[in-house]
């Protein structure tokens, strides 16, 4: 296997265009140069796989920046427990609901060096926040400290946190607040959501983020288009699994491509999440079409167009009895001193009829998925 090779060389050799990096909205210089501990930058990852008609597994999209949904994993899994009892009888599921000390473990593992024993919290953005009850849940099951930007301080660097037997201080913070919001001080002054100077305490090293800050280029979906590439060149190894076959509008070749085959893509703005801004061409008007090739002429650099994978079905009861709903998996992969896998995952349902759109904020629905263990 080969070492990773430092100085942007991926980028000096041409295996992912630079200004594909350089120029993209999540990238922070603020991390150039940073050592964090165990090297690791993506703490929780998500990455959204399907099945085509063909039955081949293919990963659809990867969530490095701040994956959201694992609540509902662990949650699905105790309302089968309850509802359905003497369902898993004798099939030996493998449990999901020690997600939360595992994740504490490993977030306790990328402390600062030297800390023995590392305080850990999560941020969250407040009450507002669509995945608020997920920020809750999973304090809950870490058994850490729920806190928001007014609860934390920078010190000298460090950062504390205000308690009622007084300041204490913080060693890792998983954060569910976006890089533009996190440090008012160095990113964008009026947020008045973050932590001002806690870009400082990273550098300094006295606390660890989870994800690190500029994670989102991972996230960015014509990144995503290179990623086989990086897995050769950092790994000399194959992908497992496939990406979707993906074009790039940025490139010429790809917009010239996705415009004369508008009506059979599905176009994506690259930097979205959530299901938003995407344009299905099968299933749109001849009006959505010329407004989404205006769109991609206008910017081409912020979509890429995948052809459209007829996604697996799976048998989902609804008010008119059972009936066959696209699905997706997300998988989640948990990284500290080494990468731990949740032995399940969030099983996404596009619940109406026709669509392949499973995001919840767009009507989609979730199911418990069993990993089996070998024989009892």
């Known amino acids: ?187 964008n002054p009026a947020s008045m959501l973050g932590v001002p100077g806690i870009l400082r305490a990273v550098r300094r090293g006295t606390v660890t983020l989870a994800n690190a800050i500029g994670t989102g280029v991972a996230d960015d979906k014509a990144v995503y288009a290179y990623v086989p590439r990086i897995i050769r060149y950092y790994l000399g190894e194959e992908p497992i699994l496939a990406n979707v076959e993906t074009h790039i509008c940025r490139e010429p070749a790809g917009l010239a491509y996705t415009l004369a085959n508008l009506e059979r893509l599905v176009v994506k703005p690259v930097g979205e999440s959530g299901g938003y801004g995407i344009v299905i061409g099968p299933k749109s008007s001849k009006a959505e079409l010329e407004t989404a090739a205006a769109k991609l002429k206008a910017d081409p650099g912020n979509f890429i167009s995948q052809p459209m994978v007829d996604l697996s079905v799976s048998p989902t009861l609804l008010e008119n009895g059972a009936r066959p709903r696209h699905v997706d998996l997300r998988p989640y992969a948990i990284t500290g001193r080494e990468t731990w896998v949740l032995p399940g995952g969030l099983t996404r349902v596009a619940l109406k009829e026709g669509s392949i759109i499973v995001n919840s904020s767009q009507g989609g629905g979730t199911k418990d998925t069993w990993v089996l263990a070998g024989d009892p």
């Open 1 to 187: 296997m080969h070492l990773p090779r430092a100085g942007r060389r991926i980028l000096k050799d041409g295996v992912v265009p630079a200004e594909l990096v350089l120029t993209n909205v999540c990238y922070r210089p603020e991390m150039i140069g940073l050592d964090l501990p165990h090297g690791t930058y993506i703490h929780i990852n998500g990455t959204d796989i399907v099945r085509d008609r063909a039955g081949e597994f293919l990963v659809l999209e990867d969530n490095g920046r701040s994956p959201s949904g694992v609540s509902y994993v662990v949650e699905n899994r105790h309302l089968m427990q309850r509802a359905f009892p003497d369902l898993m009888q004798g099939l030996n599921v493998r449990p999901v609901s020690d997600y939360g000390k595992r994740l504490l473990g490993k977030l306790r593992e990328v402390a600062p060096a030297g800390v023995d024993n590392p305080c850990v919290v999560l941020l969250s953005p407040g009450i507002y926040n669509s995945a608020y009850f997920e920020h809750v849940f999973l304090a809950r099951e870490m058994g850490v400290a729920l806190v928001e930007g007014r609860d934390l301080v920078v010190d000298e660097d460090r950062v504390w946190a205000h308690t009622i037997g007084g300041r204490a201080p913080v060693h890792v913070i998983y954060r569910r607040i976006n890089d533009d919001f996190l440090d008012p001080e160095a990113l």
